[in-house]
């Protein structure tokens, strides 16, 4: 029993050095991919951002300082507000967070500037549509929006679609005609899932099963739905929706949404025109300051020419 209970003890220390040494791995860079901050629980969304947190984000391709205020929200270095100004909230993923660049060279911000918006960003990196739904409903459309943008990325179809994503249990969403149904993601986490850094890593590269044509087709209906519910709440909360997305021929507004007042942009489209030698990605697929400046420019291009929400003719959709 004495030697049993000292490999046990020796097991222990093994398995709490393993964590501090990932840990403290995971924060220095040297991990492609690794979140720039210490991702927070939550029962409902899975995770969030921490608050009130000053770090610098470093790889061998970036070097940008990364700032939260009280409420968890990315915001530029020395940010003092835009008082008077319309509140307009982005939803999303890294893409939407300002993975690689600074906060201020985000598309969010940088379309902020030119429009005159006060500029909430509550894009967290690794959320799937389903999440950024939920942020909205939870953080955003509290705030009194006039205009709210949701940003679609490839991958939000695969993390949309899953119960675990990166390690780590998160909500899961169902459309049952009229409505959709929502799982938190406290019916799948644990302890381990909540505290442990390790046990999130290697759960996340266990493989996932090939997605069958059906499965595909059943997720993007589920996007749609989930892009419909967000424009809709929106809608009902006074603001104005943008879906801005890349060139997918299956994710569009509907006539309806059009009819009313949302917004489409391809931001794929406005990417096309690369000054030869200007990198629109960096090699991790985020966007680079370029591309965030493009996206930011197209998106102004259709707010500008946007008709009022209550028009008689439909808006325009996307740039030329």
Not at 82 to 111: K, L, N, Y
Not at 274 to 283: D, H, Q
Request: aromatic share 8%; charged share 20%.
């Amino acid at each position: 029993m004495r030697r049993a209970a000292a490999w046990l003890l020796v097991g222990a220390i093994t398995l709490i050095a393993a964590e501090g040494a990932w840990r403290l791995v995971r924060h220095t860079g040297l991990v492609p991919g690794a979140s720039p901050v210490r991702l927070v629980h939550d029962p409902q969304l899975g995770w969030r951002l921490p608050r009130n947190v000053r770090v610098r984000h470093r790889t061998r391709h970036f070097d940008v300082t990364v700032a939260l205020d009280g409420a968890g929200r990315r915001v530029p270095l020395g940010e003092g507000g835009r008082g008077g100004r319309p509140v307009a909230v982005f939803v999303g993923d890294s893409v939407t967070f300002g993975w690689g660049v600074e906060a201020e060279q985000a598309f969010p911000e940088r379309w902020g500037a030119l429009a005159g918006f006060d500029v909430r960003n509550l894009g967290v990196p690794g959320y799937g549509t389903d999440q950024a739904y939920l942020a909205l409903l939870a953080d955003g459309l509290p705030l009194g929006p006039q205009l709210v943008v949701y940003t679609y990325c490839y991958n939000d179809l695969e993390e949309t679609t899953r119960e675990v994503a990166y390690g780590r249990a998160k909500p899961s969403l169902r459309w049952d005609e009229p409505r959709l149904l929502i799982s938190p993601a406290s019916e799948r986490s644990h302890w381990l899932d909540r505290h442990s850094a390790l046990y999130r890593t290697l759960r996340g590269r266990l493989p996932a099963g090939a997605a069958s044509a059906a499965d595909i087709e059943s997720g993007q209906r589920l996007v749609l739905e989930i892009v419909a519910a967000m424009a809709s709440a929106a809608r009902r909360a006074g603001a104005r929706f943008v879906l801005l997305r890349p060139s997918l021929p299956w994710l569009e507004l509907s006539a309806e949404e059009r009819a009313a007042g949302s917004l489409e942009v391809d931001y794929q489209a406005a990417l096309k025109a690369a000054p030869a030698g200007e990198p629109r990605i960096f090699p991790d697929g985020h966007p680079t300051p370029w591309a965030h400046q493009r996206i930011a420019a197209a998106l102004a291009e259709v707010w500008r020419g946007a008709s009022p929400p209550a028009g008689e003719k439909p808006v325009a959709i996307l740039p030329r």
